[in-house]
């Protein structure tokens, strides 16, 4: 079983340049995208930007296996930004695209509505049903384009799990890298940079939860 | 070296699980181990070396630093000094199966994987030295260890060549579901008895207001 490597998808990242006020700037830098989103998410990208960089590659490939009936195991390496079906849509006509958004929008406005009761929330659905230019449905699709992409992440509790572990395994592999390798090698001051933007991210995380 | 390997509670690989059927994670347990995988590739290579390896065993295994090196030098196929991430999802799949008791299953699920790797040398035979070996890994018992040499070694090299290991793990798979099977038939028993006790105190209090006990029955 030789190592595959991985390989960025970049197919989809060069249509994504063509159209900058494209959601799919902003969340194909995390690990998945909704491709359907439209409209100008720059403040928003700005956090998710963040947040993926100091994970790593921010476009990485998926692994899909199959094993049904082989006991060998079959590894095969796809990128969900190349499925072809969700590129499809594309080929719809925008205002369409933007119909079935707004939809979107008014089911996720009510659902969050008897959820939390957010007033902003209700302002937006109120907005939605009334006819409006595509710059005030911009306004407030950063946050439905956030609780899309919420629903496709790693739920948070889990990304903290990992979060936490990782930073103990990795405390304990600096110690040996010092010891080993010494603390001015390049390797030790790389990890060291490493876990002190994990702790950072993880205190950020934590001073939100708090407030 | 032959303690039972335990994962550490509440720690992220304790919380995953394999399908009982394919010993394989689901693809919702394959992202989150692929991004946990990144969390710990701190060079970005999309490796990692001996000691981030070393660590990460460590922390959620109760392997010592000699269980932890076989199992690095086992999966470095490649003798690259780093571990990719296919190599890290065998070592999961493994760790699960026998913190779950489905290391039978998975090895004859899968054998072929499972050979390669016992077979150190690739010379497509494995001496009973492999399995002492990697005895930690998939549980194997000394009596069954004795058995499969005996039973199976059909060519009678004192070494299994692929075939006779495979026919060793349709065996085992055999014995494992015999037992299961046998275990679900005494809860379905014990489970039957249980309730003709309880109706028949029902009816008694019904009518007298005593109980029997199970020894009457």
New interface residues.
């Given amino acids: ?6 390989r960025a998808s970049l197919g989809s990242r060069a249509s994504d340049m063509s159209s900058p006020e494209d959601i799919r700037n902003l969340w194909t830098r995390a ?1 998945l995208s909704q491709p359907k989103l439209n409209g100008p998410w720059s403040s928003v990208g700005e956090d998710s930007d963040m947040e993926g960089s100091s ?3 921010k476009s ?1 490939p ?4 199959k ?2 009936g082989d ?3 079959i ?1 095969e390496e796809w990128d969900i930004r190349e499925d072809k079906d969700s590129f499809k849509q594309e080929d719809l006509d925008k205002p369409s695209l933007l119909e079935l958004e707004l939809s979107r929008a008014r089911s996720l406005g009510s659902r969050l509505e008897e959820q939390d009761g957010d007033s902003k929330e209700s302002k937006t659905d109120t907005e939605m049903s009334s006819s409006e230019s595509s710059l005030n449905i911009s306004k407030h699709t950063p946050h439905r384009a956030y609780w899309m992409e919420q629903q496709n992440r ?1 739920p948070l509790p ?2 903290d ?3 936490n ?2 930073l ?3 405390t ?2 600096l110690r ?2 010092r010891s ?1 390798i010494g603390r001015d090698h390049f ?1 030790t001051k ?2 060291q940079r ?1 876990i002190e933007g ?1 702790r950072r991210r993880r205190n950020k995380r934590l001073r939100l939860l708090m407030h | 070296m032959k303690a039972m390997m335990k994962l550490k509670q509440g ?2 690989l304790w ?1 995953l699980y394999l399908d009982k059927l ?1 010993c ?2 689901s ?1 919702r347990n ?3 181990l ?3 995988f ?7 290579n ?2 990692l070396n001996d ?2 390896f ?3 065993l ?3 295994t109760s392997w010592n630093r000699t269980q932890i090196m076989i199992v690095f030098n086992m999966l470095d ?2 003798a ?1 000094g780093e571990i ?4 890290f ?2 070592l999961v799949c493994i760790l699960l199966a026998q913190q779950n008791h489905l290391e039978e299953q998975f090895i ?6 499972v050979f ?1 790797l016992l077979d150190l040398d690739g010379a497509l035979r494995i001496g009973a030295e492999n399995f002492h070996m990697y005895n930690f890994l998939f549980n194997i018992k000394k009596e069954d260890l004795r058995e499969l040499y005996h039973d199976f070694d059909i060519t009678g090299d004192r070494r299994l060549n692929y075939k006779e290991f495979k026919l060793f793990t349709i065996f085992t798979m055999d014995k494992y579901q015999e037992r299961q099977k046998a275990e679900k038939e005494k809860g379905k028993k014990d489970l039957l008895k249980k309730k003709k006790l309880h109706h028949v105190n029902v009816t008694l209090k019904q009518f007298f207001g005593t109980n029997v006990s199970e020894n009457r029955l």
């Fill in positions: 079983m030789d190592e595959k490597p991985f690990t994970v790593g590659s990485r998926w692994y899909n296996q094993a049904r006991s060998d195991g590894w790693l889990l990304m799990l990992m979060e572990e990782a103990e395994i990795l304990k592999a040996s890298y080993g390797l790389q990890l490493y994990l | 720690s992220f919380y394919y394989l994670l693809v394959v992202k989150a692929l991004e946990y990144h969390l710990l590739d701190v060079h970005r999309n490796t000691v981030l070393y660590h990460f460590h922390h959620v196929w490649n690259m990719g991430f296919d190599q999802y065998m004859f699920r899968h054998s072929r994987p390669e």
